[in-house]
């Protein structure tokens, strides 16, 4: 590894150094060599990864810390939160030259654990290894992970659970909450924060005129497209707390997220999110609320005769990020479509098709794959209301007419998934794994690495949802 240690030059204010904290009995889980190597590893610390991954080692030149930072959880203020179970263990650069933080989650209590007891267990290590993996795989902007290891050692939650770590790798950790944070309890602070975090992950912002505005609007332009892409896959987070966003628009923090199966809007994913505030439908508007928040937080860097134009500036860069994600989402699902982007009637023809697979219940990934592949027949034999879809269809192929069709049916199956991580396929490499059988955490890495194409080891079951009459797999906030 290379290592290029940026996060301990700030104040050590912002941060707590301390060692991780090993588990009993750590052993493999499961590696990923690709990430390892674009990383710089070096073939001895690929051979060493379940020491890396179980805290049993650290990066040589680089002091593990966690991060403090606040936030607003389901909209309320939450106060000082930070890394209560994870540690930045190394910042690499990889072959591209970025710099990649490396996050050890699991690795213990610290200073912000609060009530908790610093550990990750199993069943929600194996959910983020995949569905980071599934994310990165469909070109969406996410963490990843090099690997995980489990362990002898249980740890209490509804019930015992064997213990599990995470090497989690991010272009960033710093969140919106850290901006809320500095503002709250070391606002001396504010100005050297911001100015690193544009040196860090936005250069280009520096010859700007105005540097903290280029980087506002920069921030909110990725947030919107990250979450466009979101609800162009059926991706729904779950928990958008200030605290779970970063500032480069890359999806972080898996807990109770999912992939929609059924296509409905207000579908909640997370069983603890009694409100449904953060539905699939609702994500869009959440993450414009969270910018606003953070936006907030960045007006003590005025200068005190311009505090009003710099407002001004601030609210009409967040005055883009409706416009940056409806271009997008439009854009995307036109792909999605197999329809032409320059066609007054794509994004409505789209749009119904949307409308049809939410009044009939049908699968979403799927629905898009059939249309992709032509199968129109199949389509409506699934729809009670068939004059709806032959509506449709009519449309559909009236705008397609005269088209470089060819052209338009590359373009679908490089946007229309044949495989996403269904809850229960997750849940069935759980259960393996919990008897020591990493063999289905294995195929499903096989599977999501292109999951655009078939692959030989696809299996019935990952095609579509659970049956009507089987329980869909609940997922909650504790992992």
């Known amino acids: 590894m290379i290592l290029n240690a940026r996060y301990p030059q700030l104040n050590p204010k912002l941060y707590h150094q301390q060692a991780p904290m090993p588990l009993q ?102 959910r983020e290894y995949l569905a980071g993996h599934a994310l990165n795989g469909l070109g969406i902007a996410s963490s990843n992970a090099v690997g995980f290891t489990s362990s002898t050692q249980t740890v209490q939650r509804e019930r015992a659970e064997f213990g599990a770590m995470l090497l989690r790798t991010a272009d960033s950790h710093i969140r919106l909450g850290h901006f809320e944070w500095i503002n709250q309890y070391a606002p001396e602070q504010l100005t050297d924060f911001t100015q690193k975090c544009i040196e860090w992950h936005f250069p280009e912002c520096l010859n700007a005129e105005q540097p903290v505005l280029a980087f506002a609007q920069q921030v909110i332009s990725r947030t919107a497209i990250m979450i466009a892409d979101w609800q162009l896959v059926g991706f729904a987070h779950g928990v958008m707390n200030t605290d779970n966003l970063n500032i480069t628009g890359s999806t972080l923090d898996f807990g109770p997220f999912g992939f929609m199966e059924r296509f409905r809007p207000n579908w909640i994913n997370n069983h603890s999110d009694a409100q449904g505030r953060y539905s699939f439908q609702n994500q869009p508007s ?18 005190a005769e311009g505090k009003e134009q710099f407002k001004q500036d601030l609210a009409a860069a967040l005055e883009q990020y409706e416009p940056t994600f409806l271009t997008h989402y439009q854009q995307g699902l036109n792909q999605k479509m197999g329809l032409p982007q320059d066609h007054a009637e794509s994004f409505d023809c789209a749009m119904q098709f949307l409308r049809i697979l939410q009044s009939e219940q049908l699968d979403y990934t799927q629905s898009f794959l059939r249309l992709q592949q032509q199968q129109y027949q199949q389509l409506r034999d699934d729809c009670l209301d068939t004059h709806q879809f032959d509506q449709f269809l009519t449309q559909y192929e009236l705008i397609r007419a005269h088209q470089d069709t060819n052209a338009l049916q590359q373009i679908m199956q490089q946007h229309n998934p044949r495989y996403i991580l269904r809850n229960h396929m997750a849940q069935r490499a759980i259960e393996a794994a919990e008897q020591d059988d990493f063999s289905e955490v294995d195929r499903l890495f096989q599977l999501l690495a292109t999951p655009f194409s078939q692959h030989p080891l696809e299996r019935a079951e990952d095609l579509a949802p659970l049956a009507s009459d089987q329980a869909e797999v609940a997922v909650s906030c504790s992992s």
Request: net charge positive; aromatic share 10%.
């Open 286 to 303: 959440i993450g414009h609320w969270n910018l606003w928040i953070w936006l907030n937080n960045l007006i003590p860097l005025a200068k």
């Open 25 to 126: 009995g750590a052993k493999a889980g499961h590696f990923n060599g690709a990430l390892a190597d674009s990383l710089q590893w070096s073939e001895a610390e690929k051979d060493n990864w379940v020491a890396l991954c179980s805290g049993q080692q650290t990066v040589e030149g680089f002091e593990p810390l966690a991060m403090v930072y606040a936030g607003h959880q389901f909209g309320q203020w939450a106060g000082q939160l930070g890394d209560g179970r994870g540690l930045l263990i190394a910042q690499v650069k990889s072959k591209t030259g970025a710099t990649i933080d490396l996050h050890l989650k699991g690795a213990g209590k610290t200073p912000y654990s609060r009530m908790g007891d610093g550990r990750a267990v199993l069943r929600s290590v194996i």
